[in-house]
T-cell receptor, first 114, second 112 residues
Framework: DTEVTQTPKHLVMGMTNKKSLKCEQH?????MYWYKQKAKKPPELMFV???????INESVPSRFSPECPNSSLLNLHLHALQPEDSALYLC?????????????FGPGTRLTVL | DQQVKQNSPSLSVQEGRISILNCDYT??????FLWYKKYPAEGPTFLIS?????DKNEDGRFTVFLNKSAKHLSLHIVPSQPGDSAVYFC???????????FGGGTRLMVKP
């Protein structure tokens, strides 16, 4: 299995809703990432997990809450989002936080906040 | 301030010819560079990478060149195929691939 899967593919939520995005990989990778990509812009890093521990938080608002229950799974819990949070949310994984690791991306979840 | 720039938003090339995509960076601490291809409604797909200890890396039709003194890298695709039509992002890292900074992307169109 050489892919990163993300569910759901699309999500529409109101500003008072609580929802979660899910990411899964079975490549034995020990580093996992969340990115946000707005239209016609490059992906921007949000969080990095290394060996199931949060190692980098790029000053992301607390309405985004990541969770890594095990080495194969990464969640992003969403609460009280704003319309400007609408974007494509990408998950990625890499072997570890060692040297010369390429990141493999999932297809993304397209989020719309009404 | 953009640390990684792709100054050409789009590039059109005839099938069979060479495609050259360019990327400039400003952070001299970057030590690992990657190219990704992205189709609409899909995540980026890794293509090829190069570390700062090399100046060239080749994989099939794809070659990446790194000029550290000019802080410039380029991706050559030879021969170009219509299936190569996509948005190409260059990315750079100063910790060997962990925190990636992406350029703005170049849309490549390969005409049959």
């Amino acid at each position: 299995d050489t892919e990163v899967t993300q569910t759901p593919k699309h999500l529409v939520m109101g500003m008072t809703n609580k929802k979660s995005l899910k990411c899964e990989q079975h490549m034995g990778h020990r580093a996992m990432y969340w990115y946000k990509q707005k239209a016609k812009k490059p992906p921007e890093l949000m969080f990095v997990y290394s060996y199931e521990k949060l190692s980098i938080n790029e000053s992301v608002p607390s309405r985004f809450s990541p969770e890594c229950p095990n080495s194969s799974l990464l969640n992003l819990h969403l609460h009280a989002l704003q319309p400007e949070d609408s974007a494509l949310y990408l998950c990625a994984s890499s072997r570890n936080r060692g040297r010369w690791n390429e990141q493999f991306f999932g297809p993304g979840t397209r989020l719309t906040v009404l | 301030d953009q640390q990684v720039k792709q100054n050409s938003p789009s590039l059109s090339v005839q099938e069979g010819r060479i495609s050259i995509l360019n990327c400039d960076y400003t952070n001299s601490m970057f030590d690992y560079f990657l190219w990704y291809k992205k189709y609409p409604a899909e995540g980026p797909t890794f293509l090829i990478s190069i570390s700062s200890i090399k100046d060239k890396n080749e994989d099939g039709r794809f070659t990446v060149f790194l000029n550290k003194s000019a802080k410039h890298l380029s991706l050559h695709i030879v021969p170009s195929q219509p299936g190569d039509s996509a948005v190409y992002f260059c990315a750079a890292s100063e910790d060997a691939g962990n925190m990636l900074t992406f350029g703005g992307g170049t849309r490549l169109m390969v005409k049959p």
